[in-house]
């Protein structure tokens, strides 16, 4: 199960809106959704998460790029919102670069007979394989807001959100829309 939130910083304070990303498709798609809560160019926050595997931040500011935090990119890249985070850049990948064995130099002739079941278990993670089972992103994406790199990564998918919303004085918002 899935939950995620906008808050847009206002000046009267922040405002949030729970938000469905089933038409969300791209990175790009999140951050015009985002920005779309914020006619003012005001910095807004997308929080996800899934249940207790994994959190999720995106700041957008204005028009700049959007940046990401993700907890654990091993969890989220399981996970279709995960995916929408998890980018080539923010994984260190060169774009377009494929996680599955280059099929050209499978030997597919039929003769597979001889494979164990960790063979199969292998090849079961490979798209997995490339990415870590640790935070990825940028971990001061809300240090100028009172969360600390430090804080941040040490943040239990659990209760993360509530403690970000906390930090940030939108605990009661965020609760509204929970």
Do not use: C
């Amino acid at each position: 199960m899935y939950f995620a939130a906008l808050l847009a910083r206002t000046e009267d304070g922040w405002e949030a809106s729970d938000t469905e990303l089933d038409d969300v498709e791209t990175l790009s798609d999140l951050a015009d959704l985002a920005r779309e809560a914020s006619p003012e160019e005001d910095t807004v926050l997308v929080l996800i998460e899934q249940e207790d595997a994994w959190f999720g931040v995106v700041r957008v500011d204005g028009e700049d790029d959007p940046r990401i935090y993700v907890s654990d990119a091993a969890a989220a890249f399981r996970s279709a919102y995960g995916e929408l985070l998890l980018t080539d850049e923010l994984l260190g990948r060169e774009p377009g670069a494929t996680d599955g064995p280059d099929l050209d130099s499978l030997d597919l002739d039929g003769t597979e007979d001889g494979e164990s079941e960790a063979d199969e278990d292998e090849e079961e993670t490979t798209g997995s394989d490339s990415v870590p089972h640790s935070p990825v992103g940028d971990g001061e994406i809300l240090d100028d807001l009172g969360i600390s790199e430090k804080e941040l990564r040490t943040l239990d998918a659990e209760d993360a959100l509530g403690s970000i919303a906390e930090a940030l004085g939108a605990s009661e918002v965020l609760e509204t829309v929970r």
